[in-house]
C-alpha cells in the first residue's frame, strides 16, 4: 500500500477482533512509528508502552471512565462519561501510549497509525483516558517514564468492521505571497 492510499484509506477503528496482536507485529509498527522525525538528530524524545489483553484493557478503561467521573473539571466536553456504551479502548487486544514531547508523539503516533493501516490493523486515537493517565499511580503501573508526559493513546487491533469514509471539505488554504 503506498502512502497516499494509506492516508485516504484509514480510517478509526472502534471495533476489534479479540484475537491477540502478533507481538513482531507491534514491534514492526512502532519502529515505523519511531521513523518520525525527532526535534534533534540523534534524539529520542518518546517512549512507547504496549498494553495487552482485551480483558486488562477493559478494566484499565473502566478506571479510566470512574476517575474521569470523579475528577473532570467543570467545562464542557466531558459529556462522553454519561454516554450509554461508552468504552474508552472499545475492547481493543493492544493499547500504545506515546509518552513524550506533544509535537513528537503526534508525529510518531500519525506513523503508527499508518503503519498499522498498511499492514491490516485497525486503530484509534483516544483522548478520554488522558486525565487517568497522567496520575503519578498509574503512570508507575503502566512503566511510564517519569521524566516523559504521556500524550498519544492508540487502540491497535484487527478491525472487525471499518467505518465508512467520510468525505472531508477541503481545508482553506491562506496563501501569502
Known amino acids: 500500500m503506498d502512502v497516499i492510499a494509506a492516508i485516504h484509506g484509514r480510517r478509526s477503528v472502534r471495533s476489534y477482533d479479540p484475537k491477540p496482536v502478533e507481538p513482531e507485529l507491534i514491534e514492526s509498527v512502532i519502529e515505523d512509528a519511531a521513523q518520525a522525525p525527532p526535534p534533534f538528530r540523534g534524539q529520542v524524545p518518546w517512549a512507547f508502552n504496549v498494553v495487552q489483553g482485551v480483558e486488562r484493557i477493559a478494566a484499565c478503561g ?78 508507575k503501573e503502566l512503566g511510564i517514564p517519569a521524566t516523559l508526559a504521556p500524550v498519544a493513546v492508540l487502540c491497535l487491533g484487527y478491525p472487525v468492521s471499518i467505518p465508512e469514509a467520510v468525505v472531508h471539505d477541503k481545508p482553506p488554504i491562506v496563501w501569502v505571497s
Open 62 to 139: 473502566a478506571r479510566a471512565m470512574d476517575y474521569a467521573r470523579d475528577h473532570h473539571p467543570n467545562e464542557p466536553g466531558w459529556d462522553w462519561i454519561e454516554r450509554p456504551g461508552f468504552k474508552i479502548f472499545w475492547d481493543a487486544p493492544v493499547v500504545v501510549i506515546i509518552s513524550g514531547p506533544v509535537g513528537d508523539c503526534c508525529r510518531a503516533g500519525q506513523n503508527l497509525m499508518l503503519s498499522a493501516h498498511a499492514r491490516g490493523l485497525g486503530t484509534c486515537w483516544v483522548g478520554s483516558p488522558m486525565l487517568w493517565l497522567s496520575t503519578p499511580e498509574v503512570r
